[in-house]
């Protein structure tokens, strides 16, 4: 089954998609380890608790800490509860969660999701511009050749870019 010809040019489009994800996901862990960096720096050694009687530092104490609420925050909707204990106590910490958060949620997202439809478009209109001349090939059956007895040699097939 794996030697058909759609199995493999799914094959090929899911390998270039993952190619594609690769590369943003780099951008996108690395963004989340250079701030969790940031805030650890910031909140690592404050031992306050805000007016809810919640640790200021919840979740930025150490780095393992600070990287696993970067990547909930950066990754699901749940920034909310990731960011709010040290927004209550320090309104300024507000402007680094929004940089973050708008570098990851409006940038790293939809990023992700253009380079699949690209990679898929692009993969699909070679698709497409193969089906062409197939369909030109069938239809002007005159453009066939044959140069011995098993070559085969075809003209105006494909289209010029």
């Known amino acids: 089954m794996c030697l058909l010809p759609s199995v493999r040019s799914l094959a090929l489009c899911v390998a270039a ?17 250079f701030f969790a960096w940031v805030a650890v720096t910031i909140f690592d050694d404050l031992d306050g608790v805000n007016n809810y009687g919640v640790p ?11 990287c696993y609420t970067m990547f909930v925050a950066g990754t699901t909707d749940d920034f909310v509860n990731a960011f709010l204990p040290s927004f209550i106590a320090y309104r300024q910490a507000g402007i680094l969660w929004l940089v973050f958060l708008v570098i990851v949620q409006l940038l790293f997202h ?5 380079v699949a439809f690209c990679v898929h478009l692009a993969i699909a209109d070679d698709v497409v511009l193969l089906m062409e001349g197939i369909g030109r090939w069938l239809r002007r059956p005159s453009n066939v050749y044959f140069t011995g007895t098993k070559h085969l040699r075809l003209e105006g097939c494909w289209r010029s870019a």
């Open 17 to 33: 998609v993952l190619n594609e994800f690769v590369s943003v996901g780099i951008f996108l862990v690395s963004t989340m380890i």
């Open 56 to 66: 200021v530092n919840t979740g930025l104490d150490n780095f393992g800490a600070a």
């Open 110 to 114: 939809p990023l992700a999701t253009l």
